[in-house]
């Protein structure tokens, strides 16, 4: 399984971005998803993570009501939209595919990961 993480940039606080992953090289079942994020000094944290099924399974206060997470299945997209971004957001985002049950949002349950793309969030 690879995936690609793509459209970081830079975005002014209350802005938004919209973040791409592409899933790719899985040969039955769609994967589950996470977002993951690392912010300068800080350790990894899950953003939002989801099922198989699409279900949203995991979402931390901080991303709630500001985050949402969507798949194409045609395309094997997955999109993370960040609204009213904050500058506590400021990080490298990771998409990455699930390859362990328990905890959707321990990393250590993930076996693939994308490149990250790096968000800042400044004015």
């Known amino acids: 399984v690879q995936l690609q993480a793509s459209g970081g940039g830079l975005v002014q606080p209350g802005g938004s971005l919209r973040l791409s992953c592409e899933v790719s090289?899985?040969?039955?079942?769609?994967?589950?998803v996470g977002w993951f994020r690392q912010a300068p000094g800080k350790d990894s944290e899950a953003v939002i993570c989801l099922s198989t099924n699409n279900d949203i399974t995991y979402t931390p206060d901080f991303v709630k009501g500001r985050f949402t997470v969507s798949r194409d299945n045609g395309k094997n997209m997955v999109y993370l939209q960040m609204d009213s971004l904050k500058p506590e957001d400021t990080a490298i985002y990771y998409c990455?595919?699930?390859?362990?049950?328990?905890?959707?949002?321990?990393?250590?349950?993930?076996?693939?990961w994308g490149p990250g793309t790096l968000v800042t969030v400044s004015s």
């Open positions: 990455a595919a699930r390859t362990k049950s328990g905890d959707p949002e321990r990393i250590q349950n993930y076996g693939y």
């Open positions: 090289g899985f040969t039955l079942n769609r994967p589950a």
